[in-house]
Every structure is written in C-alpha cells, then in structure tokens.
C-alpha cells in the first residue's frame, strides 16, 4: 500500500487549514458560499474537516480489509464465488467492524478541532443569524463549539463556568462515540 494516507494522516490540522482556505474559500467561495458570506461558509467548513479525516478513514478501511483472512477469500473462490460475491459476501461483512469504528473515532477527532475551522471563516463567539432555507444555511456563516470554547475562554472570569461547562459538552460526546464505537465492534464482529 502507498504510504501516502499515513503521510497524510500525520499532517498538522493547521495544514488542512489552509488547504481549506485556499481551496474551499478562495477558489470555490462562489460556488460553497456567495454572497455575504464570501466562501467561508459551513460548507467550506464541514469539506476541509471531511479531508482531515479522510486519510484516518483509509487507513482504517485498509488494515480492516488486510486483516481479513485469505483462508475465507480463497475458501469462496474454492466454491464458485465470483470477486464480487466474495467481497460482497465474505470481505466486507468480517472487515464491517474495524471500518466502522475507524470511521466513528475518526470523526471523534473532527469533533475536537478548532483551527481548521477558525481559518476557513467559524465565527468566534455567538452569532444570531436567521436563514430563509437549508440551502442559504449551508452557504451562510457558522459557528462551532470548540470556536465557541475559545472564544469564552478569552473572556473576563465570569465566563469560566462557561468554559467548563462547554468543555464537558465534547468529552461526554466523544466518551458516548468511542462507547458506541466500541458497540458496534462487538456487535458486528464474526467469528469464522
């Protein structure tokens, strides 16, 4: 396998930053968010968390489908299985739960990120912004709670209990994603 998803992996957020900003904001603003909104839009936004961790998501899928045995593969094509049906069949049901709980703690990750976000235009602090429909919504400005988190912890003291509280919002998200993750790993793992 090529190296380039692990190389890509150990990338900086701060990188996928601002290949978001250049790719997402400028040379796409029209088309993910005209107007007012100048490209920096949740759409921006939620494309350059999708390349963060798209190469997680490979390298999961990857060594999940590795892992598979060649026994099984070779026992489907030993009956008349065509590849597809042995992908179809075999591969992908024994390789389900390792790609599932890769893509749900990748996502995990996205959670807790902040710059990338910050660079291809979250607002900082609160906004109250009223849109006509999902489509002006999705191209219009956003905000993030990790955005949200910097922004009262920049603030005066009175805003600490603020900020704890915020704090605890992601942990117990990212507490229930690894417990559901974990569940669906035994839920869907076979034993062959």
Same mark, same amino acid.
């Given at each position: 396998m090529s190296s380039t998803p692990q190389s890509l992996a150990g990338v900086p957020s701060i990188v996928y930053g601002l290949l978001g #900003?250049? /790719? &997402? /904001?400028?040379?796409?603003g029209e088309i993910v968010g005209p107007g007012a909104a100048s490209g920096r839009s949740l759409i921006a936004?939620?494309? =350059?968390?999708?390349? #963060? /961790?798209?190469?997680?998501?490979? %390298? =999961?899928? +990857?060594?999940? #489908?590795r892992a598979v045995p060649a026994a099984i593969r070779e026992a489907a094509f030993g009956v008349g299985a065509t590849r597809w049906e042995v992908v179809r069949s075999h591969v992908l049901p024994y390789a389900a739960p390792g790609i599932l709980t890769g893509t749900i703690l990748s996502m995990a990750r996205a &959670?807790?990120?902040t710059a990338p976000l910050i660079l291809v235009g979250a607002v900082i602090g609160g906004f109250n912004v009223r849109y006509d429909n999902v489509i002006e919504q999705l191209q219009g400005r956003y905000t993030a709670l990790p955005t949200t988190v910097y922004d009262w912890a920049r603030k005066p003291p009175t &805003?600490?209990?603020?900020?704890? +509280?915020? %704090?605890?919002?992601?942990? /117990?998200? #990212?507490l229930l994603v690894n417990a559901l993750a974990i569940y669906l790993r035994n839920r869907f793992? @076979? @034993?062959?």
């Amino acid at each position: 396998m090529s190296s380039t998803p692990q190389s890509l992996a150990g990338v900086p957020s701060i990188v996928y930053g601002l290949l978001g #900003l250049a /790719v &997402f /904001v400028v040379a796409l603003g029209e088309i993910v968010g005209p107007g007012a909104a100048s490209g920096r839009s949740l759409i921006a936004g939620g494309l =350059t968390m999708a390349i #963060l /961790v798209l190469p997680l998501v490979i %390298i =999961t899928s +990857a060594e999940a #489908l590795r892992a598979v045995p060649a026994a099984i593969r070779e026992a489907a094509f030993g009956v008349g299985a065509t590849r597809w049906e042995v992908v179809r069949s075999h591969v992908l049901p024994y390789a389900a739960p390792g790609i599932l709980t890769g893509t749900i703690l990748s996502m995990a990750r996205a &959670f807790g990120e902040t710059a990338p976000l910050i660079l291809v235009g979250a607002v900082i602090g609160g906004f109250n912004v009223r849109y006509d429909n999902v489509i002006e919504q999705l191209q219009g400005r956003y905000t993030a709670l990790p955005t949200t988190v910097y922004d009262w912890a920049r603030k005066p003291p009175t &805003f600490e209990g603020n900020v704890y +509280a915020a %704090i605890v919002v992601p942990i /117990v998200v #990212l507490l229930l994603v690894n417990a559901l993750a974990i569940y669906l790993r035994n839920r869907f793992e @076979r @034993r062959w």
